[in-house]
């Protein structure tokens, strides 16, 4: 129980939550104010980098648990919100301020309120 305290004063005092088993490795976090949320039903993928106000699921505790699952290679901008039971595919940019509420497509750029699809980044091919 020791952990657990240290663990949820750690993330008052830091201002950011991500609950065990929810990233994959090699995430970055780019953390210079504003707070970080992920929820424990979250499923992030390889190389994610979230930044500042990046909050991920609704932090409602009387809810049941909607998964959301992210791909490898998502760079979140700043501020960015995702919410619901969506899908986010590999190799996708969101930009800042930006509301997912849908699924989005593998190398896929996204950003506005609800977020679109801005445009769909070319295969390298070798």
Known sequence: MLWWYRYKHLGFKLRFTVFPNTCGPGLAIFHTGD???????AKIGRNCTLRPGVVIGQKHTGEKPQPVTIGDNVDFGIGVKVFGSLKIGNNVSIGA???????????AVAGGIPAKIIKIKKQETK
């Open 35 to 41: 707070f970080i949320f992920i929820k424990p039903s």
């Open 97 to 107: 301020n930006a509301v997912v509420t849908h699924d989005i497509p593998d190398n």
